[in-house]
């Protein structure tokens, strides 16, 4: 059997947080039900944020409606604040995720908050999760975003991404990720990190979440899996990036990271035709963005 390997797609939350035009809820539920249908094991389906700060998410609780009632996807929703972790909770979400800035910098632009206000603000959350009836089912992901390097602060200490891990790990995290939220990694810096987590983090599950700022997202995901990495963010058609961090350009590509992880000889277990014709319709739904990827130009090769 060939081994799996899984991706989470985030278009509908990382994805979309970019992006101007409005998408209507329903368009939403669609797009969801596209990358289900197409056998995305993981989808971020939203963001539960102030609507002041991003307009796009503010149906969050009518898309997790959607979103929990359909079967055989594992849904998840990013959370920025105990408040908003109070309403995924209260939405049924078991998968809910929040982000750590290792850049004091990008933490202050994104958050609001020092680096350290962020790992105290997930200590409530934890708290939080624990008090409730059902906290036992709920899985809490945190991700430490700038792990390679900042467009405000510029380099991020590697150390200093090790030492926020270990944090979150004995604070109450059921898994990592790690973020090149900017483009500033590369294959030998991805090694060096990935490796230094392992060995401080024990056998919880850490992902990785890549973006294709620099061009080197893909080699950058070869890298994490020489290293043993098996879960990945990616965003159909490339879409996304942070709002508050200055030249943050699109995650790497659903529709191209699982034709090279199927290429290579994994799992992915995502039907590519019924990937490339979501993306299709998503260049309809969007037609004022700008899309990424090279599978969607070259076609799939002939067998």
Excluded at 93 to 114: D, E, G, I, L, M
Excluded at 243 to 272: H, K, R, V, Y
């Amino acid at each position: 059997m060939k081994e799996a390997v899984v991706i989470r797609d985030v278009s509908l939350r990382d994805g979309l947080q970019l992006v101007q035009t409005r998408v209507p809820t329903a368009t939403k539920i669609e797009w969801l039900n596209g990358l289900m249908a197409a056998g995305l094991p993981k989808v971020e389906v939203t963001s539960f944020v102030p609507s002041s700060v991003i307009p796009q998410f503010s149906d969050a609780e009518q898309v997790a409606s959607h979103a929990l009632n359909v079967g055989g996807t594992s849904v998840s929703a990013l959370v920025v604040n105990l408040k908003g972790a109070r309403r995924a909770f209260d939405a049924g979400f078991r998968n809910v995720s929040y982000v750590v800035s290792a850049s004091q910098a990008h933490s202050a632009a994104n958050a609001r908050r020092t680096t350290d206000e962020a790992l105290n603000e997930f200590r409530l959350i934890v708290s939080e999760r624990n008090a409730r009836v059902d906290g036992w089912a709920i899985a809490l992901e945190c991700g430490i975003a700038t792990s390679f390097g900042c467009s405000i602060q510029g380099g991020v200490d590697p150390a200093r991404v090790l030492d926020i891990a270990e944090h979150l790990v004995a604070g109450g995290a059921d898994s990592l990720l790690i973020a090149d939220t900017v483009g500033y990694a590369n294959p030998a810096s991805v090694r060096r990190l990935f490796r230094g987590l392992f060995t401080i983090v024990g056998s919880i599950q850490v992902s990785a979440h890549f973006h294709n700022t620099r061009g080197l997202g893909l080699a950058n995901v070869v890298a994490a899996l020489d290293v043993g990495v098996r879960h990945f963010d990616a965003s159909t058609a490339g879409l996304g990036g942070c709002p508050f961090a200055p030249g943050a350009t699109g995650n790497i590509n659903s529709e191209d990271c699982a034709f090279m992880l199927d290429a290579m000889g994994f799992d992915t277990g995502i039907n590519m035709d019924m990937l490339l014709a979501l993306r299709r319709k998503i260049e309809l739904w969007l037609p004022d963005e700008k899309f990424h990827g090279a599978l969607a130009c070259a076609g799939l090769p002939k067998i």
